[in-house]
């Protein structure tokens, strides 16, 4: 039994934390609880040093697979498992060998577990990520010690089982009949429910994932009571085809569609005096707020294809700003997005020049409401303009938004402190945009949201209370 546990424990070691990570945050793609990928690689160890006409039965039943599948993502996988056979019947059954081809490994699947999590969860890719650790100093640091801490448990475990005093060997036949019985139960186990996978196959989803880009799009499991309580903006339809109109449009942080339909109409209630062209769900293709911002101004992957959104009206005789209440250097807006048509770009640094003020909300930066006056005096003079606004407000965590005035809204529907920080923060810049569109009636506002509250401290519930890939969308004048 000793020796049994390490073999089992050390796959559930493997998978803990991206499972646990993807309940978090309600992540669409599930994840099993036990590594297929590193159960793989210790049972290979454990078989007898070099035999490799023993070892060709697992490269055969590998190639069938691969066949059966018949997917670019299965060919690929394929490839890594015949490597890993290889190398582990190459390598002798020491420990300076093993450790450090164990680490390889080790670290790659867990490198495709993280890249699995990441693009199903904010539709972010790994150096999208990383981009995102350079921003802060304990970013860089978190990037590596989250693998040197999963690796290292993962070879605490397995060194009992690989070269520890206890080590120990199986047959060739033993271990086909061990993997063959564990990977058809797990088939059984899935054929019979979908919820839950018990082994995950990180390596096999992460190459599905490059093989495949955008098949994570939207979240088709709306519930029947949203459906019915409101209309949907057509995927693919433009949002703009009228480029003769003034327009400001506005990416509201973490505006999310709720999965009670009060809620979500209460986020749009303050809208329901203005002039509506739309009111409704819009389904966004994005997962984080660059990508959003990306999507809106029409360039994919923030590379030039085409004509950008700004530029269009640029060329037809409009000034173009970009507005955002935090640092240019933050997804490196300030290098890249003049590119994209902008006249004028305008960060924190520019605000605070002006006079604007500063709130701490969840994120440092110049208030909503500041900038919404300062598009009020932009909107004044008769020079048209198209006009890009992401908003701050709303920005997680909301357990360190001090000051803030509760709406009435928490107590009739009864929130807690989460909800209650976050519908108060996106309420108030929602009024205040209703006053702004109607001091602007010759203006077309386009206000939608980037993604979903994300990042509670508190509170994975809250997160999963909102749909994943939907926003609302708001069209005005």
């Known amino acids: 039994?000793?020796?049994?546990?390490?073999?089992?424990?050390?796959?559930?070691?493997?998978?803990?934390?991206?499972?646990?990570?993807?309940?978090?945050?309600?992540?669409?793609?599930?994840?099993?609880?036990?590594?297929?990928?590193?159960?793989?690689?210790?049972?290979?160890?454990?078989?007898?040093?070099?035999?490799?006409?023993?070892?060709?039965?697992?490269?055969?039943?590998?190639?069938?697979?691969?066949?059966?599948?018949?997917?670019?993502?299965?060919?690929?996988?394929?490839?890594?498992?015949?490597?890993?056979?290889?190398?582990?019947?190459?390598?002798?059954?020491?420990h300076k060998f093993i450790l450090p081809v164990y680490s390889l490994f080790a670290l790659v699947f867990l490198i495709a577990d993280a890249g699995n999590f990441f693009y199903s969860t904010f539709v972010l890719t790994l150096p999208d990520v990383w981009g995102l650790a350079k921003f802060y100093w304990w970013g860089i640091i978190l990037f590596f010690a989250i693998p040197l801490f999963v690796i290292s448990l993962q070879i605490l475990f397995a060194r009992r089982l690989l070269w520890g005093k206890e080590r120990f060997e199986i047959s060739h036949l033993i271990v086909f009949c061990i993997i063959a019985s564990t990977v058809a139960i797990n088939a059984g186990v899935n054929k019979l429910q979908k919820r839950q996978p018990i082994m995950d196959f990180a390596v096999q989803k992460w190459f599905w994932q490059l093989c495949t880009p955008g098949i994570i799009g939207q979240n088709p499991y709306l519930q029947e009571d949203i459906k019915t309580a409101f209309t949907f903006w057509r995927k693919g339809k433009n949002v703009v085809s009228d480029l003769s109109k003034p327009t400001v449009m506005i990416l509201v942080e973490s505006y999310g569609v709720n999965k009670s339909v009060a809620y979500t109409d209460s986020l749009l209630s303050p809208f329901a005096?203005?002039?509506?062209?739309?009111?409704?769900?819009?389904?966004?293709?994005?997962?984080?707020?660059?990508?959003?911002?990306?999507?809106?101004?029409?360039?994919?992957?923030?590379?030039?294809?085409?004509?950008?959104?700004?530029?269009?009206?640029?060329?037809?005789?409009?000034?173009?700003?970009?507005?955002?209440?935090?640092?240019?250097?933050?997804?490196?807006r300030d290098a890249n997005y003049a590119k994209f048509g902008f006249d004028s770009l305008l960060f924190r640094k520019e605000f605070r020049s002006r006079g604007l003020s500063e709130c701490h909300y969840g994120f440092l930066g110049i208030c909503d409401s500041s900038i919404i006056g300062y598009i009020d005096s932009l909107l004044t003079n008769s020079v048209p303009k198209f006009i890009y606004w992401t908003t701050l407000d709303a920005h997680p965590p909301y357990e360190l938004a001090d000051g803030v005035e509760e709406s009435s809204v928490c107590k009739s529907m009864r929130f807690d402190d989460v909800d209650c920080v976050y519908f108060t923060l996106q309420q108030n810049t929602m009024k205040r945009l209703a006053k702004l569109v109607a001091r602007h009636p010759d203006y077309r506002f386009i206000i939608r949201g980037d993604h979903r509250p994300m990042g509670s401290l508190e509170q994975s519930g809250f997160v999963q209370s909102f749909y994943f890939r939907w926003v609302p969308l708001v069209i005005l004048n």
């Open 273 to 332: 005096n203005s002039n509506v062209s739309f009111l409704g769900l819009y389904p966004r293709d994005a997962g984080h707020t660059q990508g959003a911002e990306w999507e809106d101004l029409e360039v994919p992957g923030g590379r030039l294809q085409g004509t950008p959104l700004p530029q269009k009206f640029k060329d037809n005789g409009f000034q173009t700003w970009y507005l955002h209440g935090y640092d240019g250097g933050f997804y490196e």
């Open 1 to 94: 039994m000793k020796k049994i546990f390490p073999l089992i424990f050390t796959p559930i070691i493997a998978a803990f934390f991206p499972y646990l990570a993807t309940l978090f945050f309600d992540t669409p793609q599930l994840h099993g609880f036990f590594s297929a990928d590193i159960f793989f690689l210790l049972l290979l160890f454990l078989l007898p040093y070099g035999k490799i006409l023993y070892k060709m039965p697992f490269v055969v039943a590998t190639c069938i697979w691969a066949v059966v599948s018949d997917s670019v993502d299965a060919y690929t996988t394929m490839g890594v498992y015949v490597l890993m056979i290889f190398v582990t019947t190459a390598i002798p059954r020491v």
